[in-house]
């Protein structure tokens, strides 16, 4: 078996608190603009298969407990406890959290508690931008303390995230800033239509955000949804002389793609997690094609949890599983040796993340 240190979950979001029923719980499984199929249920995809698999134990239960005997087992134990005992045994030390999502959702000192872990910060720029909007009076007010906004959050956050996925060529950010008085103009019209809470989704205002993030020379994750993310290669392109880390996050069934960008820019680092967890019994096939193509230490483990404690556990539980499958195959047909293989494990599922985002920097 392959040896790992402690896990660094370098993407997630926080997790609910609430006690949750069965419809409630299962449409957090995947995200669907709709419901299953008649007849079945969330559960019935290779993330509700995981979730059976690996997080009954974790609760007292035998693996592959029905959801019903799930669910009310997860009842007896409260919300809290279920979360507690799903965190601490995932075997992650640190996280990197999205701060970005709804508000009813756990922030990094009350996941850090749960889990007994650290946990850090990744400031959305879209939520931060919005944050502004809602205590500035005009459009030159707005810039100026979103300037401030991103200054400050960059003395204290590990990195900055965009939640809007990239998903086409119209939407990728370009390879320049846009000038001020392109920014004046976004801004005036984003601020005159947006209700209190909306969204950013100015592409002008998402530059000028990415832009920004750029320039304090913290790393940035860039969301690429279930999308190519060849779009992005001029901004990669772009960016590669200022100096910033970034991070692809998502790209499954594109995840080949990401892999390839991460490999051809050196600033460029590519996440492993989010789609492990999805795709369940397949994740060593997925994270075996990763590495067919991106470079030891360009690839990081994340759970990509978000809403579900299950899904922070599932994601770790299920990379440990898959990397262990990959590596000890290399290793037995003589390709590797141990010792590197160990190695290599160190890197992906901590150390790359750690350097990335100076984890351990006094």
């Known amino acids: 078996m392959i040896e790992t240190p402690p896990l660094v979950d370098q993407y997630c979001n926080g997790f609910l608190r609430t006690e949750l029923g069965?419809?409630?719980?299962e449409a957090q499984l995947i995200r669907s603009a709709g419901p299953?199929?008649?007849?079945?249920?969330?559960f019935d995809t290779q993330s509700g298969f995981a979730v059976r698999r690996w997080c009954p134990p974790l609760l007292g239960l035998e693996p592959h407990a029905t959801p019903a005997r799930y669910l009310a087992r997860r009842r007896e134990l409260g919300a809290a406890e279920s979360a507690r005992r799903l965190l601490r045994g995932s075997g992650v030390a640190a996280y990197v959290?999205?701060?970005g999502a709804a508000a009813d959702l756990t922030g990094p000192k009350e996941l850090a508690l749960a889990a007994d872990a650290e946990a850090f910060e990744a400031v959305r720029l879209?939520?931060?931008?919005?944050?502004?909007?809602?205590?500035?009076?005009?459009?030159?007010?707005?810039l100026a303390n979103l300037a401030e906004a991103v200054h400050h959050a960059a003395t204290g956050a590990a990195a900055f995230t965009c939640a809007v996925a990239f998903d086409g060529a119209a939407a990728a950010p370009a390879a320049a800033p846009p000038g001020p008085g392109e920014v004046r103009g976004a801004a005036g019209r984003w601020l005159a239509r947006r209700p209190r809470g909306g969204a950013v989704r100015d592409p002008v205002l998402l530059r000028h955000l990415l832009w920004s993030a750029v320039a304090t020379g913290l790393p940035l994750q860039l969301h690429t949804g279930a999308a190519d993310p060849e779009p992005l290669t001029e901004f990669v392109r772009a960016t590669a002389r200022h100096g910033v880390r970034l991070v692809l996050l998502g790209g499954y069934p594109y995840h080949r793609h990401t892999a390839q960008l991460a490999a051809a820019f050196p600033h460029v680092h590519?996440?492993?997690?989010?789609?492990?967890g999805q795709t369940g019994a397949r994740a060593a096939a997925v994270l075996g094609e990763l590495m067919e193509l991106a470079p030891f230490g360009k690839l990081m483990f994340s759970s990509g949890g978000r809403h579900l404690p299950e899904l922070h556990a599932v994601g770790a539980l299920v990379f440990r599983e898959a990397l262990g499958r990959v590596l000890c195959g290399w290793v037995g047909e003589g390709s590797w040796s141990w010792r590197d293989a160990e190695r290599v494990a160190a890197m992906v599922a901590a150390g790359n993340a750690r350097r990335v985002y100076r984890l351990d920097a006094p």
Do not use: Y
């Open 270 to 276: 590519a996440d492993v997690g989010a789609a492990l």
């Open 97 to 99: 959290l999205d701060t």
């Open 126 to 142: 879209e939520s931060l931008a919005e944050q502004v909007a809602d205590t500035s009076g005009t459009v030159a007010a707005f």
């Open 22 to 25: 069965l419809g409630t719980f």
């Open 36 to 42: 299953p199929a008649a007849g079945t249920t969330f």
